[in-house]
């Protein structure tokens, strides 16, 4: 069974940055699919960023050149650095789990809800001047 427990998040000013973090717990992250997903007020959950067994990772067009995404495997870790934050990165940030996984994102490919098996609690980001 595998648990994930996020933390980082936080209130930021437009152009500042935050870094999320989320534990693993029941199984070891470099086999796993892992990503984040968020959603703010009023609006679908929508996914943010992936990352395969092979450290190999995709991000959403919104996100892309700011958020940085990658497996911490000492810490068993799934660590979101994110940068040039905007308002429109408000939200409430999952972190989902898919192990053991052959997803392979070759091709930037980002893996929708249902590929994945376990969900965090989620962790509040709020950008805001």
């Known amino acids: 069974h595998v648990r994930l427990m996020e933390s980082g998040g936080g209130s930021v000013q437009p152009g500042g940055s935050l870094r999320l973090s989320c534990e693993v717990n029941?199984?070891?992250?470099?086999?796993?699919?892992m990503g984040w997903f968020r959603q703010a007020p009023g609006k679908e959950r929508e996914k943010v960023t992936a990352?395969?067994?092979?450290?190999?990772?995709s991000y959403t067009y919104s996100v892309k050149g700011r958020f940085t995404l990658s497996k911490d495997v000492a810490t068993n870790t799934l660590v979101l650095q994110m940068k040039l934050l905007k308002p429109d990165d408000t939200g409430m940030y999952y972190c989902?789990?898919?192990?053991?996984?052959?997803?392979?994102?070759?091709?930037?490919?980002?893996?929708?809800?249902?590929?994945?098996?376990?969900w965090g609690q989620g962790t509040q980001v709020t950008v805001s001047s």
């Open positions: 990352i395969d067994k092979y450290r190999r990772a």
């Open positions: 029941g199984y070891v992250i470099s086999s796993c699919l």
């Open positions: 989902a789990a898919d192990c053991p996984s052959t997803a392979d994102l070759y091709g930037d490919y980002l893996p929708g809800d249902f590929e994945y098996t376990s």
